[in-house]
Structures are given as C-alpha cells and as structure tokens.
C-alpha cells in the first residue's frame, strides 16, 4: 500500500513540473480547435443547440477555441460563434466518460459569453 501512494505522489509531483502554471482541476488555457475535434464534436453541439432554441437551424456555427480539464474524462468547454447570420458566442460543454468512445458523451446547456 505505501508503494501505490508513495507512486503516487511520485506521478503528482512531475506532473506539476510539466503543467506549470495550470491549476490542478482546472481547464488549460484556450487553444485551436483541432479538425478531429470539430469532426466528431461540431454536430453534437449543433443538436444541443436546436434543441434548446439557442439558435436556428439557419445558423452556421462555428468552433472557435477549446479548453480541456480532466475530471472522471474530459471536459471541453468549447466557445461558439453563431456565425454572420446569428451573431454572438456561446459557451457549452462536452463531457467525455473516462474509457469511453468520444460518441458517448453529454453535452451541457449554451452559455452566452463575449465573443472577444
């Protein structure tokens, strides 16, 4: 039992030298939304969208910037253009299940936020 805590503590403390000024549980700093994430993310977010009445069906979202937190899986807390035809931003997140296939997911309520 020591071992597996001694270890742990071990994995803990390099991963705070390699995540450096990150809040441990906290979402990384915003970044690129990958073309892997926009594939298998952009038509859920899209369906949570409709379903809510966030925008119309006319809207062409796009995928402005994610960031990611660690949990039991993943967090991606991705902002949201409405793009010209519905102007503004939203926050929304997906959560991915830890060993689960990204398709099983859940997707949270839009959130208006400033789009600069």
């Known amino acids: 039992m020591f071992r597996i805590l001694f270890g742990i503590c071990i994995l803990h403390l390099m991963s705070c030298d390699v995540f ?8 990384t700093e ?10 298998v993310f952009r ?14 069906s ?3 979202l796009e995928l402005l910037q994610v960031s990611t937190q660690v949990v039991a ?3 991606y807390k991705f902002k ?6 519905c102007p503004g ?15 099983a997911t859940s997707v949270g309520t839009p959130t208006r936020v400033s789009c600069t």
């Open 20 to 27: 450096g000024e990150m809040l441990v549980g906290g979402y």
């Open 30 to 39: 915003p970044r690129s939304v990958t073309s892997e994430e926009r594939s």
């Open 43 to 56: 038509p859920m977010i899209l369906s949570k969208f409709l379903t809510t009445g966030s925008v119309e």
């Open 58 to 60: 006319s809207c062409e």
């Open 73 to 75: 899986g993943t967090n």
């Open 80 to 85: 949201v253009s409405g793009g010209a035809t």
């Open 89 to 103: 931003c939203w926050e929304v997140v997906v959560f991915v299940p830890l060993y689960s296939s990204k398709a």
